[in-house]
């Protein structure tokens, strides 16, 4: 269910809201997130590193917008970013309502610096 290459850009500081989309690949249909427990989102150095930033739902950071169309939102905060500069690895993994744990979203996010504080 993973989709590559959802990658994105921003700027280090940017409060900023990521939009997801989750689609079956095969058929392109969007998934039913009504039953989704927990939806994890985290930003780190790369893949094979320990998160910089982790967002949840559980932890009021995601919201699912849409449940029967599959979207969903992770709330960046300023400080979130701040300082970073450069790519990065970010993923979205969910957890249905059976405890089955779906990676949904993989690519990079290119963060670049502010020059105006």
Known sequence: MAHNDQDFHLHAGDESPLAFT???????????????TEITWALAADAESA???TKTKTGGDITVTDA????F??????????????RYWHEAV?????????????????VYPTVVS
């Not at 989750?22 to 989704?36: F, I, K, Y």
């Open 22 to 36: 989750v689609t079956d690949e095969a058929t392109g249909a969007a998934v039913d997130l009504s039953a989704v």
């Open 51 to 53: 998160a910089l930033v």
């Open 68 to 71: 029967v169309n599959g979207k």
């Open 73 to 86: 939102e992770v709330a960046l905060d300023s400080a979130d970013t701040d300082g970073l500069n450069g």
């Open 94 to 110: 969910i957890v249905d309502g059976a405890g089955k744990r779906f990676t949904v979203a993989t690519g990079e996010a290119r």
